[in-house]
């Protein structure tokens, strides 16, 4: 049903990365379905850019690809229809971006359940249910 899946993974949270993954290969069932794993970097704020090294972004970006590789390398999916993409910025537009340069039908991302925080400032999965164009799959805990 779905050809092109697009998971956005924050790697700081291994479970619910699996949980995305998981949720993703069930629904990854075309024989030519891709899945692509975007993991969005914050930028560094110029005030601090005079007290870090000039190559950090970039040890930052091969960090994350790494990362991504090997999270890739673990599924059972095959490894040929699985791509990965690093990018800078806030996370709700990057993930938007991505899912319409790379052609997503399907984006899955994970969600904390809701606190008094995430209804007064919002949460990055409402911000791309509310803006995606295509579907979009949110898993919880």
Request: with cysteine; aromatic share 6%; charged share 25%.
């Amino acid at each position: 049903m779905f050809k092109k899946i697009l998971v956005p993974l924050d790697l700081a949270e291994s479970d619910l990365t699996k949980q995305a993954i998981e949720a993703a290969l069930t629904l990854a069932e075309a024989p030519d379905a891709q899945l692509r794993f975007v993991n969005v970097q914050s930028l560094v704020p110029m005030a601090f850019m005079d007290y870090i090294p000039p190559t950090f972004e970039e040890e930052q970006r091969k960090a994350a690809e790494q990362e991504l590789a090997d999270t890739a390398a673990k599924t059972t999916f095959p490894g040929e229809r699985i791509t990965t993409r690093v990018r800078f910025g806030a996370i709700t537009p990057e993930v938007l971006a991505e899912a319409d340069e790379w052609g997503a039908d399907l984006i899955v991302v994970c969600s904390h359940r809701p606190t008094m925080a995430t209804y007064l400032i919002g949460s990055n999965a409402k911000s791309i249910v509310r803006h995606a164009k295509c579907s979009v799959l949110v898993v919880r805990r």
